[in-house]
DNA sequence: GCCTAAGTGCTTTTT
DNA sequence: GCACTTAGGC
């Protein structure tokens, strides 16, 4: 194997296979390199068979590419190697050992989404107004719970106020809820293995004889489960080599706690611990820019990142009018890149998934082709959450939380009371909800569930999604709909259709249970788009990617960092914003651009936001101003608000009625259906990225079909 | 039980 | 500016 192109730090690091070690890796050091070396030195140098390998990262994209990468290292034989998130192999372990832990194979796992549905009944339950004990705001409390592994009768330690005690109860409620109903949520994903492992230590052992060779990835942004569980497997042979970086400790909200870094020579005696100080992938300009941010840091050790690639350019800054000023002053950016460059070397990166929404609308009105990466998508779509609940309830009857969901969808004359006494029933019977109906309108549901359970015995995965939406009447109630928003819905589902051909396609005859664990971990589906697209996505969504070209929009207080770290936060949130906004910078490989605006649509009404603080922390010298200090008049900005940005006169086509339901072509986005027609705007539906876009009238792209 | 209209409160970030 | 909740009429 050729070591020649590691450093000396990263071969080291490779080499290094016994025993603990902790790979300090700065931004850009090149740490995926080294890991995936690693395991392929593992395989290939130390005759390591791929099954007693262990590699844990924070994303499912990010196990799948270092699959790919391996793949073309050492071959199909890293298979059998489990390389997946916390939470995949965590759903591993528990089907693996589920009876042991009081569930059955066939166990559902829900989603935040889910967990909050629950926590809402249940308050409405205990008579609770959900305006004065926020549900988001207690799911999070339960989760955080889970997380540092208190249980439900433990929490009464913690349950100080009378807030906390009802966050006791309702935790206590809610964990009964989940087991009813044959049901883990994300966090049981982490917390179960744990269990099962204190309680039976011969499965333990098992495991640590299987995974004897342990990495994991991003250990900066572990939580407590995730801590302990690395240690329990890990504790026998102590191969164990954790990669990550203090300074981009980003998911402290969640749980993460970056002290784990912090203290791995504490808690693994006679660590290696190794530093990749060397940044492959910035300019220095870049790289100063980052350094003088994370600098103002309290928390951190300091660290000396430095790069061979030149100064490179200086950090473009463009103080906007207003949020579309902004949006235009990167499209108009990115025409000029283009000349240069693809679509894919370029990011626009913000804090918060609102602000796409604009940038979404001048790309399409100038055709520039982009890509959202992450956020909210197919999954939570109404019409897919139905049919997975669908599915859900035929694979396993006992989930209650299913059975409501869709009980009267479409409707069937089954309401809120109907749906009330059957709980009671089925609590007092200690039965499912499902079992526990005998007659009238909920006969008629269970009927059809039991067609389709028998369906499901002798079809595959494509053909029961037919049938389910055939005979639930799901698909009929959204022909007669008629309405434009119902087509969507039946494009949705169409193409819900396509993902499962696919997976049987990869995976072969695959049972229903299979492919429901799995998408239950997977947020968004990965469309087909051109490749060649610009990428927008949040700070969270971007880290661990590198692009030459790199936007950083809404470089305000209040947006980033945003408000609650600043009024009603802790320094350490204020510093986790900081530690982003890292993360941000070293983004980039040529050239980094600053954008914010003195004006923001926020809410529906207008605001003003100063300068984002770290800005001014970075020194001058770094920076090139594109814009004059002073405010523009009121007049002026009233002006600009107006005025197009482009001048698209030769674009305009005379005379096109559109009408609603037109369908169009659009040159760069495709076909889409007329929604709505303004006095200058069409609201067009594309197929993807699915949902309403507005676009302009009369465009040059836009073509009638 | 269903539908509509008006009202409200809200947004961080995600496996 | 939107998504979700609630009240009131059918």
Not at 73 to 83: E, M
Not at 554 to 579: A, C, K, Q, V
Not at 610 to 625: A, H, N, P, V
Request: aromatic fraction near 10%; include cysteine; hydrophobic fraction near 35%.
């Amino acid at each position: 194997m050729d070591l020649n192109e590691l450093n000396e730090e990263q071969r080291k690091a490779v080499l290094t296979t016994e025993g603990p070690i902790l790979v300090l890796a700065g931004a850009g050091s090149g740490k995926t390199k080294v890991l995936t070396t690693k395991i392929a030195y593992l395989i290939e140098e130390c005759g390591v068979p791929p099954y007693n390998i262990l590699a844990i990262t924070f994303t499912n994209k990010a196990a799948g590419e270092m699959k790919d990468r391996l793949v073309k290292l050492v071959g199909d034989k890293i298979n059998s190697a489990q390389i997946s998130t916390f939470h995949s192999f965590g759903v591993r372990i528990i089907r693996e050992n589920a009876p042991l832990l009081g569930y059955t194979n066939n166990f559902n796992i829900i989603d935040s989404d889910d967990s909050l549905t629950v926590v809402k009944k249940i308050l409405k339950e205990m008579n609770l107004d959900s305006k004065q004990f926020n549900p988001t705001n207690i799911r999070n409390k339960i989760s955080s719970a889970k997380n540092e592994m208190i249980s439900p009768d433990e929490y009464e330690k913690y349950a100080n106020s009378d807030i906390e005690e009802i966050v006791q109860t309702v935790y206590k409620k809610y964990e009964i809820i989940l087991s009813k109903s044959n049901s883990v949520d994300f966090d049981d994903l982490l917390l179960l293995p744990i269990k099962l492992f204190k309680k039976y230590p011969d499965v333990l052992n098992r495991y640590q004889e299987k995974y004897r060779y342990i990495l994991i990835d991003e250990y900066q942004d572990t939580n407590e489960a995730q801590y302990i569980l690395t240690k329990m497997i890990s504790s026998k042979y102590k191969n164990i080599c954790c990669v990550g970086d203090n300074d981009q400790s980003i998911y402290g909200f969640r749980g993460a706690n970056y002290r784990n870094i912090l203290n791995f020579e504490k808690d693994y005696k006679n660590a290696t611990v190794i530093k990749l100080e060397q940044n492959y992938r910035s300019t220095t300009n870049i790289l100063d820019a980052a350094n003088d941010v994370i600098s103002h840091n309290k928390e951190r050790k300091d660290k000396n990142l430095w790069s061979n690639k030149g100064k490179g350019e200086k950090i473009s800054y463009y103080k906007a009018y207003n949020e579309k000023d902004e949006a235009f002053y990167v499209v108009r950016k990115i025409k000029e890149l283009i000349k240069n460059c693809d679509y894919q070397d370029i990011a626009v990166i913000y804090r918060t998934n609102a602000q796409s929404r604009v940038l979404e609308e001048a790309f399409l009105n100038e055709n520039i082709p982009y890509h959202i990466v992450g956020g909210t998508g197919f999954y939570n779509r109404k019409e897919i959450k139905d049919l997975l609940a669908y599915l859900r309830l035929i694979n396993n009857t006992q989930d209650d939380i299913s059975l409501s969901r869709v009980i009267n969808v479409p409707k069937r004359g089954i309401g809120t009371k109907s749906v009330l006494n059957l709980e009671e029933k089925a609590l007092k019977e200690e039965k499912s909800m499902y079992e526990v109906i005998d007659s009238g309108k909920e006969m008629a549901f269970k009927n059809i569930i039991e067609e389709l359970i028998n369906d499901s015995h002798d079809m595959t995965l494509t053909d029961l999604v037919d049938d389910v939406l055939e005979k639930s009447g799901i698909k009929e109630e959204y022909i007669s709909e008629k309405s434009l928003e119902a087509d969507i819905r039946l494009e949705n589902l169409e193409e819900f259709k396509s993902i499962t051909r696919a997976f049987e396609d990869r995976e072969g005859v695959i049972s229903l249970n299979d492919f429901l664990q799995d998408i239950s971990l997977v947020t968004d589906i990965e469309y087909k788009y051109d490749p060649n697209t610009v990428n927008l996505m949040t700070v969270h969504s971007v880290k661990g990617l590198e692009f030459p070209y790199v936007f950083v929009v809404g470089m305000e207080d209040g947006l980033f960092p945003h408000i609650n770290s600043i009024y009603n936060g802790t320094l350490s949130e204020l510093e986790e914003e900081r530690r982003l906004c890292y993360v941000a910078i070293t983004r980039a490989k040529e050239k980094l651009f600053f954008v914010n605006a003195r004006m923001r649509n926020m809410f529906g009404s207008s605001q003003s936001n100063q300068e984002s603080r770290f800005i001014k922390e970075i020194r001058e010298e770094l920076i090139d101003k594109e814009f004059k200090d002073e405010e523009p008049t009121k007049k002026v900005f009233f002006d600009l608000d107006e005025r197009p940005h482009f001048d698209h006169s030769d674009e305009i086509k005379e005379d096109v009625e559109y009408n609603i339901g037109d369908n169009v072509y659009h040159e760069v986005f495709g076909t889409g259906k007329v929604l709505e027609v303004g006095k200058s705007t069409l609201s067009i539906a594309f197929k993807h990225p699915y949902g309403i876009k507005k676009l302009m009238k009369n465009h040059k792209s836009i073509n009638k079909l």
